[in-house]
């Protein structure tokens, strides 16, 4: 996937921003950034969003930004040359599709249909806007069409909202979602932005879903593990399974058949996605050990009370 689109993704949920000012952009995106929110799709729809783009590029530089409500050529032009990375549509235009491709710019444009889709597709777009996504079906629409179109990847709007995201998000051909949940209109107007910091961190916690998987100890050798693993299963009815390395009581402790990672053991961190938990933990700071990646797993480089920690797809 382009480095462009990967970044998206990884962010998982855009913020959808319509500015009333330019004086706005650049709390607001501070506001964004410090919720885990480094990115944004400033629409059209305002006579400030052009300038507004330009000033975020300059002064918040860590941000993702995206134009969308983008019509016609002649804004596209504009939102590229003011730094949108990429361009969105509320429908498909098959001139401004080509045009920003042509100019080297990423094009996702509006889609509702299947027709509309391969269309896009064959022009060159590697992702493409499910609008409005609600009002057209949803997730189950795109699995229906997704189930044709295997290559397909969307980012939805419209209708998304901070109970249904993982609706979408839940869905692999989905690669983000947009929304104006986490900064809303009035509460842009009335400059609350250390309460839209605090819905984003609330909306990418959700995303996320951190949970406790399971808690593996470090036992001597395979007899410790197999004693330690009865013993739990018979004190609390939890079943008993054997694997190559370890062995399981029930689903929340894994008895290591020889010490692995960390002191005692290791700590099993449950979450929605693995690559948008490593991205958004590496944006507070955390390491990871990349020598552990596996497909649906990695372990972090610290310890905690003498516990490995490990992330694992759910």
């Not at 709007?157 to 109970?163: I, Q, R, S």
């Not at 609390?236 to 692995?260: L, R, T």
Request: some cysteine; charged content about 20%; aromatic content about 6%.
């Amino acid at each position: 996937m382009n480095e462009i689109l990967q970044a998206v993704s990884n962010i998982g949920i855009i913020p959808v921003i319509a500015f009333n000012s330019t004086e706005e952009a650049v709390p607001l995106c501070k506001a964004l950034v410090a919720g885990g929110l480094p990115a944004a799709e400033v629409t059209f729809r305002t006579a400030c969003a052009e300038d507004c783009i330009r000033i975020i590029n300059k002064e918040v530089p860590e941000m993702l930004l995206g134009a969308g409500t983008v019509l016609t050529v002649e804004q596209a032009d504009r939102a590229m040359a003011a730094g949108a990375k990429f361009i969105v549509a509320p429908g498909y235009d098959p001139e401004v599709t080509r045009h920003v491709i042509d100019k080297g710019g990423l094009m996702m444009p509006g889609t509702a249909t299947a027709g509309e889709m391969q269309q896009a597709m064959n022009q060159g777009c590697e992702v493409l806007k499910f609008f409005p996504a609600e009002a057209n079906g949803g997730v189950a629409m795109l699995k229906n069409i997704g189930a044709a179109l295997k290559s397909a990847k969307w980012m939805c709007t419209g209708g998304v909202n901070a109970k249904n995201v993982n609706d979408y998000l839940g869905y692999s051909q989905i690669v983000a979602v947009g929304g104006t949940w986490m900064c809303k209109s009035d509460m842009i107007k009335a400059g609350q932005w250390d309460e839209i910091t605090a819905i984003c961190k609330e909306a990418v916690k959700t995303m996320l879903g951190f949970s406790l998987a399971h808690v593996g100890i470090n036992c001597a050798n395979e007899a410790e593990a197999e004693r330690s693993a009865r013993s739990l299963c018979a004190l609390f009815g939890f079943a008993y399974k054997a694997g190559n390395s370890s062995i399981f009581a029930g689903s929340a402790v894994e008895c290591m058949k020889a010490p692995y990672l960390g002191k005692n053991g290791h700590i099993a961190i449950a979450t929605n996605s693995l690559d948008r938990a490593v991205y958004h933990l590496s944006r507070q700071g955390v390491e990871f050990d990349q020598s552990t990646r596996k497909p649906k797993a990695i372990y972090l480089k610290d310890e905690v009370g003498g516990f490995a920690v490990h992330l694992v797809q759910r």
